[in-house]
């Protein structure tokens, strides 16, 4: 399976054709983004270790009964997926109130949410991904209500398969972001990626950040944070 055209790049992947219109592959860079905006550095072993864990937890969603992206792993940065019309919506459930919902409610970071929080965020990069409700989403056509309600479903059903893994693991998973897409039958499945780059993880005990926060905050050892993350759940990311 070779790439052919790059067909569209984000802060982690870059997309490309296949050969097999009902395939394309994801490649996942080196490239560390702190915020939603220009200016990467670069990390070695970033992209190996996002492909691989994204990998793992497809698996474990598609065994929970979730239809997901994801075909099978080409090599250590690359995986083949369905070929998606991805719906142009950001999925947040939230478990612990951090990140933007602290800067916009003025909540205090930290704090239990229960039941857990579901936001819809518009993909719009020059708008700065806007918050979306879902009768914006209905009337300006981004989903039907349909779509929108397997999708809540959908991602609550994440929540619960993840939130126990993650626990089970000594891990608290505070927040994380999905993203949906349709196939050409019309069928939804669970697209785009689930990395410690797309959520929050703490230490069960410690509340020590294991994911890209650790990035966003300037602290050193992502790479070795997101190996142990890995390896606590099962997934052995280490050099050999
Ligand atoms: O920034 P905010 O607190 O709204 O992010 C909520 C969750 O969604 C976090 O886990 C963050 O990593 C993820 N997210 C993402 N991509 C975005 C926006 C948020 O993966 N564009």
Same mark, same amino acid.
Request: with cysteine.
């Given at each position: 399976?070779?790439?052919?055209?790059?067909?569209?790049?984000?802060?982690?992947?870059?997309?490309?054709?296949?050969?097999?219109?009902?395939?394309?592959?994801?490649?996942?860079?080196? #490239?560390?983004?702190?915020?939603?905006?220009?200016?990467?550095?670069?990390?070695?072993?970033?992209?190996?270790?996002?492909?691989?864990?994204?990998?793992?937890?497809?698996?474990?969603?598609?065994?929970?009964?979730?239809?997901?992206?994801?075909?099978?792993?080409?090599?250590?940065?690359?995986?083949?997926?369905?070929?998606?019309?991805?719906?142009?919506?950001?999925?947040?459930?939230?478990?612990?109130?951090?990140?933007?919902?602290? !800067?916009?409610?003025?909540?205090?970071?930290?704090?239990?949410?229960?039941?857990?929080?579901?936001?819809?965020?518009?993909?719009?990069?020059?708008?700065?991904?806007?918050?979306?409700?879902?009768?914006?989403?209905?009337?300006?056509?981004?989903?039907?209500?349909?779509?929108?309600?397997?999708?809540?479903?959908?991602?609550?059903?994440?929540?619960?398969?993840?939130?126990?893994?993650?626990?089970?693991?000594?891990?608290?998973?505070?927040?994380?972001?999905?993203?949906?897409?349709?196939?050409?039958?019309?069928?939804?499945?669970?697209?785009?990626?689930?990395?410690?780059?797309?959520?929050?993880?703490?230490?069960?005990?410690?509340?020590?950040?294991?994911?890209? #926060? !650790?990035?966003?905050?300037?602290?050193?050892?992502?790479?070795?944070?997101?190996?142990?993350?890995?390896?606590?759940?099962?997934?052995?990311?280490?050099?050999?």
């Amino acid at each position: 399976m070779t790439k052919r055209v790059e067909l569209y790049r984000d802060q982690s992947k870059s997309v490309y054709t296949s050969g097999n219109e009902q395939r394309l592959i994801f490649h996942f860079r080196n #490239d560390a983004f702190a915020f939603d905006e220009p200016g990467s550095e670069q990390l070695d072993r970033l992209g190996e270790v996002n492909n691989k864990f994204n990998y793992f937890i497809m698996c474990k969603l598609e065994s929970a009964g979730i239809a997901t992206q994801i075909d099978r792993l080409l090599s250590d940065r690359e995986t083949l997926v369905r070929r998606l019309d991805m719906i142009p919506l950001e999925c947040v459930v939230r478990n612990v109130a951090a990140g933007s919902l602290c !800067r916009r409610l003025g909540v205090k970071e930290g704090t239990d949410l229960s039941p857990p929080t579901f936001e819809l965020f518009l993909k719009n990069d020059v708008l700065h991904d806007p918050m979306v409700n879902e009768s914006l989403c209905e009337s300006l056509g981004f989903a039907t209500p349909a779509q929108l309600s397997e999708i809540k479903a959908q991602t609550y059903k994440v929540n619960t398969v993840l939130s126990q893994l993650f626990d089970d693991a000594g891990m608290l998973l505070v927040d994380y972001k999905l993203e949906f897409g349709i196939d050409s039958e019309g069928k939804l499945f669970l697209g785009d990626e689930f990395t410690p780059e797309s959520c929050r993880l703490w230490d069960k005990e410690t509340r020590v950040k294991l994911d890209k #926060d !650790r990035f966003r905050l300037g602290a050193d050892g992502i790479i070795t944070s997101y190996i142990e993350v890995a390896r606590r759940i099962g997934l052995d990311l280490s050099e050999h």
